[in-house]
């Protein structure tokens, strides 16, 4: 896999990646010690891909220290076709 990016979801610490992958699925995978280990690799099916480079990032409120945050992801939402940009958007840490 390649073309990864990463973001902190919640307020924990927490660090998920995301991950370019040939299968036409994002591929994912969560840290709880801030990125020096990683869980398992899982294909995420709600994230179909052409094989391409994604976005992910998270928005915190600083008014609200206790607000998990919006997670943010963007790629164009295609299995084969690099078209239709799509943004998603979670507010339960994705």
């Known amino acids: 896999m390649d073309e990864s990016t990463v973001t902190e979801?919640?307020?924990?610490?927490?660090?998920v990646i995301n991950m370019r992958s040939t299968s036409r699925l994002r591929a994912v995978a969560t840290s709880k010690d801030g990125g020096v280990n990683f869980g398992?690799?899982?294909?995420?099916?709600?994230?179909?891909d052409p094989v391409c480079e994604a976005s992910i990032t998270t928005i915190f409120n600083a008014k609200n220290e206790s607000n998990n945050g919006v997670v943010m992801f963007s790629n164009p939402n295609m299995a084969k076709s690099r078209s239709k940009?799509?943004?998603?958007?979670?507010?339960?840490?994705a």
């Open 9 to 15: 979801v919640g307020t924990d610490g927490e660090i």
């Open 40 to 48: 398992e690799i899982k294909f995420d099916t709600g994230l179909q």
């Open 85 to 93: 940009l799509t943004i998603k958007f979670s507010d339960d840490n």
